[in-house]
């Protein structure tokens, strides 16, 4: 048994709308560091999307669990 670090994490609430503006722009400014700028990863970062990236079995496939995941331990070494 590995430890999972989001097993157990509360889902975020939010009373705000999707911005995909302004998701692009969070992405390509924090995330797109470690999983590119396409969003497949490298071979220490998992892809965000497409093959590979989390799915059912991972358990981060559901909104308010992805949120507080990336919430409590984005970016990597510098949460906020």
């Known amino acids: 048994y590995v430890p999972v670090p989001w097993i157990g994490s509360k889902p ?11 998701g692009q722009l969070v992405y390509q400014t924090y995330c797109s560091i470690c999983h590119r700028s396409d ?7 998992p892809p965000v ?3 590979g990236s989390f799915n059912a079995q991972a358990g981060l496939n559901e909104q308010g669990l ?4 990336i919430w409590n331990n984005m970016p990597y070494n510098d949460p906020r």
């Open 49 to 51: 999307w497409g093959n």
């Open 66 to 69: 992805l949120e507080s995941f």
């Open 39 to 45: 969003g497949e990863g490298t071979s220490h970062y």
């Open 12 to 22: 975020l609430v939010l009373d705000s709308k999707p911005d995909p503006e302004n």
